[in-house]
Each structure stands twice: as C-alpha cells, then as structure tokens.
C-alpha cells in the first residue's frame, strides 16, 4: 500500500526505481521523527499517513531493508545498518 499515491519518480528519481510506489513506514503518530518533520520541514502542516507502523526501531529498519519503495525517518543513533540521509 502506498502511503502517499505517489511514486519515486514524482519526486525526480529516474530509472526502474522511478517506478516504485513510496511508502511511508514509521512508529506511530506521536513520535519524534514524525513530529520533527511536521513542525519544521514541513512548517505545522501533517505529513502523509504510515504505509506501515512498527512496533521497535529494529523491526521498522529490517521492514523498510525488505522494501525498495519504503522510506522512514529515525535517528542516527537506531539507524544500525541503514542507508541514510541527513535533514
């Protein structure tokens, strides 16, 4: 399920991966991530709904691992192994 309705190439990807619906995964509405998102990349406004919510930061690291359009916001310090990309 995409979490937005879009795909990578709306947001300027090229290639195969273009193709990939982008999903959203992340631990649940209130936390630090998300918030931080809303209040300051994204100025008040609510970011798109979770493709998918995790209980643990590992089991939303190993779900997103398995998922070429998935996505996740997370702090450096959980981020074991992940592909990451400084805010």
Known sequence: KSSTGAKWGDVGLSG?????????HGR???????????????????????????????ELIAEVAKDPGAIAIIGMTDAHGAKTVPL
Not at 16 to 24: G, H, K, L, T, V
Not at 42 to 49: T, V
């Open 16 to 24: 195969a991966f273009a193709s990939n619906p982008i999903r959203i």
């Open 28 to 58: 649940g509405d209130q936390n630090s991530g998300k918030l931080y998102v809303e209040s300051t990349l994204l100025n008040g406004q609510p970011a798109a709904d979770f493709a998918a919510v995790h209980r643990s930061n590992s």
